[in-house]
């Protein structure tokens, strides 16, 4: 019963328009692909001032192009790859990315294992853009990611909600090695 209970809770936060003064918008891939990358990249171009993000893969073109012009319009930008998933990828965009002025590229892993083997996944999928506007699910930042898998997205527009990311992203910027 507990279960079932925190299945519909998640479920109404998921799912629902409005939560006080939160409004969010999910997407569920591969139906509702299109829409979810015209407003990902619609949340990049009107960034003003600042965009943080995570991504555990990262090889869409036309999403690290938007990335690419918002520094340019002077918006400051960080982005946290995960270190082996990245390093490894020849189409990762973290080298393209990294060339721009206004953009800051990090690296990083997940916790290492205790009993040694490597290290866990730095496996987010996160953007905050000018403290306002959550970014987060399931989708790496892909074109199977945005086009083959079942994924979701979810849009949130809330300051406390991206106040909350935001100090995650903080403590991981720290552990993070520049790229």
């Given at each position: 019963?507990?279960k079932?209970i925190?299945t519909?809770?998640?479920a109404f936060?998921?799912?629902?328009?409005?939560i006080?003064?939160?409004?969010?918008?999910?997407?569920?891939?591969?139906?509702?692909?299109?829409p979810?990358?015209k407003?990902?990249?619609?949340?990049?171009?009107?960034?003003?001032?600042r965009?943080d993000?995570?991504?555990?893969?990262?090889?869409h073109?036309?999403i690290?192009k938007k990335?690419?012009?918002?520094?340019?319009?002077g918006?400051?930008?960080?982005i946290?790859?995960?270190?082996?998933?990245?390093?490894k990828?020849?189409?990762?965009?973290?080298?393209y990315?990294a060339?721009?002025?206004?953009?800051?590229t990090?690296?990083?892993?997940?916790?290492?294992?205790?009993?040694?083997g490597?290290?866990?996944?730095?496996?987010?999928?996160?953007?905050?853009?000018d403290n306002?506007y959550?970014?987060f699910?399931?989708?790496?930042?892909?074109?199977?990611?945005?086009g083959?898998?079942y994924?979701t997205?979810?849009?949130?527009?809330?300051?406390?909600?991206?106040a909350?990311m935001?100090?995650a992203f903080?403590?991981?910027?720290?552990?993070a090695?520049?790229?």
């Amino acid at each position: 019963m507990q279960k079932f209970i925190q299945t519909l809770i998640v479920a109404f936060f998921i799912f629902s328009p409005a939560i006080g003064d939160v409004k969010l918008k999910t997407y569920i891939l591969p139906e509702e692909a299109k829409p979810a990358l015209k407003q990902m990249l619609h949340s990049i171009d009107i960034a003003k001032y600042r965009i943080d993000a995570a991504i555990y893969s990262f090889t869409h073109k036309a999403i690290a192009k938007k990335l690419a012009n918002a520094a340019k319009r002077g918006v400051k930008i960080r982005i946290i790859f995960d270190r082996e998933t990245n390093m490894k990828n020849r189409r990762s965009q973290i080298g393209y990315l990294a060339r721009f002025r206004n953009i800051e590229t990090y690296l990083l892993s997940g916790k290492e294992r205790k009993r040694g083997g490597g290290y866990g996944l730095m496996h987010m999928k996160l953007m905050i853009v000018d403290n306002r506007y959550t970014i987060f699910g399931s989708a790496n930042w892909t074109y199977s990611g945005f086009g083959l898998n079942y994924e979701t997205i979810t849009f949130v527009q809330s300051y406390a909600k991206a106040a909350k990311m935001e100090r995650a992203f903080e403590k991981m910027v720290l552990k993070a090695t520049p790229y």
